[in-house]
């Protein structure tokens, strides 16, 4: 039997587990000993990148139909790595079978759906089931309003964001909220036109609309993304005229781009940041991290990423997969192989072309037992699909024979 069969018989298990589920409750019946918690779930899915596995952590969860948008996260990062697989069919049949659960009625259980497939880039299913909501008796609010417009933005149909901003709310006599208007800025922002982004904040303010600091952060972001610094500092001007509560997120918009100019000026809004009693995080640091790395000053990069537990922050993959490109970069291998084993530990992986880049050059310099051991920790951890072209990378470099034959051993060790 084929993944694929596997995966679906599971959801249909999943499906039964929904219709049963009410009559246990009401029938005083207890949770399987297998269940899990959402919170235990979650963390597990954030380890996890086969889908199969993903699902089946996902179907054990104790009270997915206790607490539908609790359990929303963990049902995105299912649908996730089913897409990184580009298992839609799986995914369709896990969404669908929701829809026979008694929730479908609430009007957030059904909008985790809609959500759902904009996580996998289905919106012509998202939108279906938003136009389903009638046949369900689901009532329609500014709620499921923004879970649709979230799955296209998610789609990647940007354009598409303001075409449904203006008809949906005149079809269902709907009224957007703060949140609608955030996502309407955030699309414009996306497709590179933060002008109408500004217009539509100007709107905003007209009729009385909070704007809230994610939107004026948001529109901060792409004027510098742009060039348009003189306009981003101006907005900047603004938000601390009217008062806007700036966090952590707004000034590191700022960090983002003062990396191009220098590490001193990353430097000095950092310290900004800690002088109005804000906690840098570890966006923050990156920034700082990879302004050193673009002047080629390595040294201080690697201090920054070995003081980060003293700063009070963890590594993220961005910070995993900055720091071992630039050690490449430097023909700094061995040094990027140590950094790529701690990423393996966190859970914490960089992205293909970045291990790409060290098995190229572990090879090059003669380290063929941690080029192996990188290859098989690759196999483990990525989802199948990415597999081909990596399969195709350890031939070409002579790799695959001796990889085959080192079955036994083990990869770079989770701890």
């Known amino acids: 039997m084929t993944p694929s069969r596997l995966c679906l018989g599971r959801v249909r298990r999943l499906s039964s587990a929904a219709a049963a589920a009410p009559a246990a409750t009401s029938a005083g019946g207890s949770t399987p000993s297998a269940a899990?918690?959402?919170?235990?779930?979650?963390?597990?899915?954030?380890?996890?990148h086969d889908p199969d596995k993903a699902l089946e952590i996902y179907s054990s969860v104790s009270d997915h139909y206790v607490s539908p948008v609790s359990s929303r996260y963990a049902q995105e990062l299912t649908v996730r790595r089913l897409a990184k697989s580009r298992r839609f069919t799986d995914i369709e049949a896990l969404v669908e079978s929701h829809k026979n659960d008694p929730k479908i009625k609430e009007e957030p259980f059904l909008s985790t759906l809609i959500r759902s497939y904009g996580r996998a880039a289905m919106f012509d299913h998202a939108l279906r089931t938003y136009e389903q909501m009638e046949q369900f008796g689901t009532p329609r609010s500014a709620v499921s309003f923004n879970a649709l417009l979230t799955a296209c933005l998610h789609s990647g149909l940007f354009d598409r964001v303001p075409q449904l901003f203006e008809e949906i709310p005149q079809r269902y006599n709907i009224t957007p909220d703060k949140i609608s208007y955030g996502i309407l800025i955030k699309a414009y922002c996306d497709s590179g036109s933060p002008e109408k982004a500004l217009d539509t904040l100007r709107q905003m303010e007209g009729k009385g609309v909070e704007v809230t600091i994610i939107a004026f952060t948001t529109i901060l972001g792409s004027l510098y993304k742009k060039g348009k610094v003189e306009e981003a500092e101006?907005?900047?001007?603004?938000?601390?005229?009217?008062?806007?509560?700036?966090?952590?997120?707004?000034?590191?918009?700022?960090?983002?781009?003062?990396?191009?100019?220098?590490?001193?000026?990353?430097?000095?809004?950092?310290?900004?940041?800690?002088?109005?009693?804000?906690?840098?995080?570890?966006?923050?640091?990156?920034?700082?991290?990879?302004?050193?790395?673009?002047?080629?000053?390595?040294?201080?990069?690697?201090?920054?990423?070995?003081?980060?537990?003293?700063?009070?922050?963890?590594?993220?993959?961005?910070?995993?997969?900055?720091?071992?490109?630039?050690?490449?970069?430097?023909?700094?291998?061995?040094?990027?192989?140590?950094?790529?084993?701690?990423?393996?530990?966190?859970?914490?992986?960089?992205?293909?072309?970045?291990?790409?880049?060290?098995?190229?050059?572990?090879?090059?310099?003669?380290?063929?037992?941690?080029?192996?051991?990188?290859?098989?920790?690759?196999?483990?951890?990525?989802?199948?699909?990415?597999?081909?072209?990596?399969?195709?990378?350890?031939?070409?470099?002579?790799?695959?024979?001796?990889?085959?034959?080192?079955?036994?051993e083990s990869s770079v060790p989770d701890q």
Not at 36 to 48: F, G, N, P
Not at 247 to 260: E, L, W
Not at 303 to 311: A, I, N, P, Q
Not at 397 to 402: A, F, H, Q, R, V
């Open 234 to 408: 101006i907005l900047w001007r603004e938000m601390e005229k009217k008062g806007c509560e700036l966090d952590v997120a707004a000034y590191n918009v700022r960090v983002m781009n003062a990396q191009k100019e220098s590490p001193e000026r990353v430097k000095e809004l950092i310290e900004q940041m800690s002088n109005v009693g804000l906690k840098p995080d570890t966006i923050s640091y990156n920034y700082l991290m990879t302004a050193y790395c673009q002047k080629g000053m390595m040294d201080e990069a690697k201090k920054v990423y070995e003081g980060l537990e003293e700063f009070g922050c963890c590594p993220n993959a961005a910070t995993f997969r900055t720091l071992i490109f630039h050690l490449c970069l430097n023909g700094l291998y061995e040094q990027g192989y140590a950094v790529f084993k701690k990423s393996v530990s966190m859970h914490k992986i960089p992205d293909f072309n970045t291990l790409k880049h060290l098995a190229e050059g572990l090879v090059r310099k003669k380290k063929m037992e941690d080029a192996k051991g990188l290859a098989r920790t690759v196999r483990k951890k990525f989802p199948p699909n990415f597999l081909n072209a990596w399969n195709k990378l350890e031939e070409n470099l002579g790799l695959k024979k001796s990889t085959a034959s080192d079955s036994a």
């Open 36 to 48: 899990i918690s959402v919170s235990k779930a979650k963390s597990k899915l954030r380890k996890v």
